[in-house]
């Protein structure tokens, strides 16, 4: 292959020129079995003859631009190039990081990005396949290279960030933002839509509430005050409720959230009154404290389980699926599955189930209520057994099967006047039988001891 080197006698070639050379010598490396060494050294003086072309590029833009600006003023970074500006701070880099998009930007600001949950580029919005932060070394020569010439100071990054990564302005905005909290309507409902974006989107932001510990009183001041009868008042609602389950996502916020004492009482407050997005987000909060036992008691013990329930029934999609994972969380706490039977859990689960209506989730919640004997009885009562026989027959999902088979075997051994449904549904179908060889192990077990149980009462009728 012909030398690509830049010949001193010969024209200089253009950055295009090397780029379509090193390109026909990548595709060759690439394409043989046997990697040319030579092929590899002119690769790499193709690439240090481009790097060349850029320094000097940029060291006359900047040129330029020095002998053009007002004699007495300071070249600042709004005179740099823009390669060597960070898209996210508008500040000259001080350590330059590649990101998985081929972006660069100043590493304290990027790792702010990533840790508050972003994994997008910031610059392209493509999704990045990997966090890695590969250090940009060209660009880092030539930014050290111009302040240098330039007499620009290096900006100090740790003047942008404290310890919970949050800049001063963001930590006085936090402040500002909760003060407006107690000012008038319209300031209230701005500051509300604001905390609301930002506890979405950045996780050091929902952190705070825990350092400040007046900052959810704070928030909650308007709640305690409004009646929620107007549009302006249910929209304030909907965005301090949903800052409620913003926060709550953070960990070291669920104890102090939940123990706030007006917290919960106002969030079964909104899943009564609230706009339908209002009442899910309500439910999704109480889901999300619950994962903490202690909280679990505390929710219960409000009158949520009865407003949550009420919200199931209702039907609407979009808060169904918050609605049942709440309960579910609750009813693994033995008080809560109590209150679940008693405000009519086993009613609605299976009228939504005999329709067909999110199966999955909600047969996985009327098994777990079934370790409670008053609610095998109201399955019973309420045409539970010939439902789940059937979801046994038509679902594809182990899951489902395993959660029917397992209800099914607690009501065989509850209730011997079922017996005869399901010995009848093992001759028509053997449903009970496939799955006691093909299920999943535990529904196996019980498909197994339904089996064995029918079979006993056979023999013992034969016998008398």
């Given at each position: 292959m012909a030398n690509s080197g830049v010949s001193e006698e010969e024209p200089s070639p253009?950055?295009?020129?090397?780029?379509?050379?090193?390109?026909?010598?990548?595709?060759?490396?690439?394409?043989?079995?046997?990697?040319?060494?030579?092929?590899?050294?002119?690769?790499?003086?193709?690439?240090?003859?481009?790097?060349?072309?850029?320094?000097?590029?940029?060291?006359?833009?900047?040129k330029s631009r020095q002998e053009n600006r007002p004699r007495g003023t300071q070249m600042d970074s709004s005179s740099v190039a823009e390669v060597f500006i960070c898209p996210i701070s508008g500040e000259i880099m001080r350590d330059p990081?590649?990101?998985?998009?081929?972006?660069?930007?100043?590493?304290?600001?990027?790792?702010?990005?990533?840790?508050?949950?972003?994994?997008?580029?910031?610059?392209?919005?493509?999704?990045?396949?990997?966090?890695?932060?590969?250090?940009?070394?060209?660009?880092?020569?030539?930014?050290?290279?111009?302040?240098?010439?330039?007499?620009?100071?290096?900006?100090?990054?740790?003047?942008?960030?404290?310890?919970?990564?949050?800049?001063?302005?963001?930590r006085d905005n936090f402040f500002s933002l909760l003060g407006k909290m107690s000012?008038?309507?319209?300031?209230?409902?701005q500051a509300a839509k604001e905390l609301r974006q930002l506890t979405k989107k950045m996780p050091s932001f929902r952190a705070?509430?825990?350092?400040?510990?007046?900052?959810?009183?704070?928030l909650l001041s308007p709640l305690s005050q409004i009646q929620w009868n107007n549009e302006m008042h249910s929209c304030l609602q909907e965005n301090v409720i949903t800052i409620l389950l913003n926060i709550s996502i953070h960990d070291s916020n669920k104890k102090p959230v939940a123990e706030t004492p007006?917290?919960?009482?106002?969030?079964?407050?909104?899943?009564?009154?609230?706009?339908?997005e209002t009442r899910s987000n309500a439910a999704a909060a109480l889901f999300t404290l619950s994962a903490l036992d202690s909280n679990k008691t505390l929710i219960g013990k409000s009158g949520a389980m009865k407003a949550l329930i009420d919200l199931l029934d209702e039907g609407n999609p979009l808060a169904m699926k918050d609605a049942a994972s709440a309960i579910f969380n609750l009813c693994m706490f033995h008080d809560n599955k109590l209150r679940a039977v008693k405000d009519g859990?086993?009613?609605?689960?299976?009228?939504?189930?005999?329709?067909?209506?999110?199966?999955?989730?909600?047969?996985?919640?009327?098994?777990?209520?079934?370790?409670?004997?008053?609610?095998?009885?109201?399955?019973?009562?309420?045409?539970?057994?010939?439902?789940?026989?059937?979801?046994?027959?038509?679902?594809?999902?182990?899951?489902?099967?395993?959660?029917?088979?397992?209800?099914l075997y607690t009501i065989c051994f509850s209730d011997r006047s079922k017996w005869r449904k399901l010995r009848d549904e093992e001759h028509a179908h053997r449903t009970i039988s496939h799955l006691a060889q093909n299920g999943t192990s535990r529904a196996k077990r019980k498909a197994s001891g339904i089996l064995?149980?029918?079979?006993?009462?056979?023999?013992?009728?034969?016998?008398?």
């Open positions: 253009t950055a295009g020129e090397l780029k379509k050379e090193l390109k026909k010598l990548v595709q060759g490396i690439v394409d043989e079995d046997d990697v040319n060494l030579e092929d590899v050294d002119t690769a790499q003086m193709i690439l240090s003859a481009i790097k060349e072309i850029k320094m000097k590029k940029t060291a006359g833009s900047l990081v590649i990101i998985a998009s081929g972006k660069t930007f100043d590493r304290p600001f990027i790792q702010k990005w990533l840790k508050d949950g972003n994994r997008t580029c910031p610059e392209t919005q493509q999704v990045l396949t990997h966090t890695l932060l590969t250090p940009n070394h060209l660009v880092r020569e030539l930014i050290s290279q111009c302040c240098k010439e330039q007499g620009i100071q290096l900006p100090d990054n740790d003047k942008y960030f404290d310890e919970s990564g949050l800049t001063k302005g963001e000012s008038t309507l319209s300031e209230q409902k705070l509430f825990s350092e400040y510990p007046d900052a959810i009183h704070k007006s917290v919960i009482p106002l969030i079964v407050e909104a899943l009564n009154t609230g706009t339908i859990a086993v009613r609605v689960l299976l009228d939504k189930i005999m329709k067909w209506i999110n199966v999955n989730e909600l047969v996985s919640l009327l098994a777990m209520l079934a370790s409670n004997p008053k609610a095998i009885e109201e399955m019973v009562d309420r045409g539970a057994v010939p439902c789940l026989l059937s979801i046994i027959r038509k679902t594809s999902c182990p899951r489902n099967q395993e959660n029917c088979i397992a209800i064995e149980r029918l079979n006993r009462s056979i023999n013992l009728t034969h016998t008398a």
